[in-house]
């Protein structure tokens, strides 16, 4: 492993933000506009900004930023519909000019220290590269369907759809943001990332000019019955058209519904404006309601992607926060290389939905990477999957299905913040 020598880690003051931002630009390749500054600002978590500094005239100037990182910190919900302390890893860059040198390997120990030092039993992320975090401890705990869904796609009726109203208004913090928070905080499907907030202001109603692209100012579509609202997404659109044919596009960012009427009016309304061919999302679940109203699945050009990457951190403390299917009694042998604290064995007993996990001495049922245990965490993955890959090992037969069962979640997990 490489050691990172010559760089202190520090933690960045707000007159120093612009150090930090430059390191992102460089790092993420892009030039930002001057008047995009200030929601750049609102989307960072600054008092959890970091960054490593050189120290050592052979590595750079001295005193310069070198790599940064920052972490949201938040409430994510767990199988059963509880929440565990989670802390979101963002914003994670290398100037070009010092990697490989192992200052990504030095930042997310930080993370890993502060996170745990703040109680955070959990760190998740999005990856930029899906092959990068594996190495850290990071398993794959969820997957999107990325989908462009056609004009007009028909649906399977549901009862009460057509009794909801639509409004559709442009997203602003000031008027959406308790609407939207209060029903997000509604949302019982695991990797929901509850109230991630940057700099005071809650980081999904930032919109930098230079990330449209053409398309409109994020907009908002709320669908309400007699009580108030029901479900939410923001959207925005593009017009486009060639030989005369309109082929605009609609995107769909986070989106959030109460019940199987209020999805189905939400995409009835975002399939379904004039001059827009195509809606794109790159956020739905694996068993998302609308994949099942719609009448022809395969009219839907789709791809499964990675959603969450997910790292247990103490992993007593994030095994105990979330609910089980299923009793049993199983012994895990943990190998972690990068939080000592978690290596070893552990007796994991779950007993009316509820787990208890213990140290112990006895021999292993099972014997996995922390990578594994961290993927089936959100029960999208079934632990006897990966034993049948061959990344997990049963020594007592039939302990990895016990557990597989388990930890099963009936919902699939994703998170449809992007952070
Ligand atoms: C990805 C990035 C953070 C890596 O930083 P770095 O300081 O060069 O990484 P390290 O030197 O600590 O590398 C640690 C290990 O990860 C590997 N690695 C680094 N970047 C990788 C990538 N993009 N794909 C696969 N492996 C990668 C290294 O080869 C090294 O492997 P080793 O331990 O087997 O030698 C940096 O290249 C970067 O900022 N890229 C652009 C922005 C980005 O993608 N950020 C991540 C956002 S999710």
């Known amino acids: 492993m490489k050691k990172a020598e010559g760089y202190r880690p520090i933690s960045i003051p707000e007159d120093r933000l612009d150090e930090f931002f430059d390191v992102v630009q460089w790092a993420f390749v892009g030039e930002w506009l001057r008047e995009d500054r200030q929601d750049y600002v609102d989307a960072l978590p600054v008092e959890r900004a970091r960054a490593l500094e050189v120290t050592d005239a052979r590595r750079g100037r001295v005193g310069e930023v070198a790599a940064v990182h920052a972490s949201f910190g ?83 009726a549901v009862d009460g759809a057509d009794d909801l109203t639509v409004r559709l208004e442009r997203a602003s913090f000031d008027a959406h943001d308790a609407l939207v928070s209060g029903l997000q905080a509604r949302l019982d499907r695991p990797g929901t990332v509850i109230n991630a907030v940057g700099s005071g202001r809650n980081a999904r109603f930032t919109d930098p000019v230079g990330n449209r692209r053409g398309m409109e100012k994020w907009r908002l579509a ?111 042998e943990l190998a972690d290389k990068h939080v000592p604290g978690n290596a070893g064995t552990w007796r994991v007993r779950v007993s009316g939905g509820d787990a208890r996990v213990t140290r112990t001495d006895d021999a292993p049922d099972l014997s996995m990477d922390i990578r594994h245990l961290s993927q089936c965490y959100l029960g999208g993955t079934s632990l006897e999957a990966l034993v049948r890959a061959g990344l997990v090992r049963e020594h007592t037969p039939g302990q990895a299905r016990e557990l597989a069962i388990a930890m099963m979640s009936p919902v699939a997990p994703l998170a449809n913040w992007d952070f």
């Open 74 to 156: 938040t409430e994510m919900v767990v199988p059963g519909g509880r929440t565990v302390p989670t802390a979101g890893l963002s914003w994670l860059g290398v100037h070009p000019a010092h990697r490989r040198r192992g200052l990504m390997t030095r930042m997310i120990h930080d993370h890993f220290e502060r996170s745990l030092a703040r109680g955070e039993a959990v760190s998740v992320l999005y990856a930029m590269e899906a092959p990068i975090y594996a190495r850290f401890g990071y398993g794959m705990g969820s997957q999107t369907v990325k989908a462009e869904i056609p004009r007009g796609a028909k649906m399977w």
């Open 222 to 332: 709320i669908v309400e019955d007699a009580g108030g609202p029901v479900a939410y997404a923001f959207f925005r659109r593009h017009a486009r058209s060639s030989v005369g044919i309109h082929d605009g596009v609609c995107q769909v960012r986070e989106h959030g519904s109460m019940s199987p009427a209020a999805s189905q009016r939400l995409w009835e309304t975002l399939t379904d404006f004039d001059l827009v061919e195509t809606t794109m999302t790159e956020n739905l679940a694996t068993d998302d309601p609308l994949l099942h109203q719609l009448k022809d699945p395969r009219g839907v050009r789709s791809k499964v992607i990675d959603n969450l990457w997910v790292r247990l951190l103490d992993v007593p403390t994030a095994l105990e926060a979330r609910e089980y299917l299923h009793d049993c009694d199983v012994a895990i």
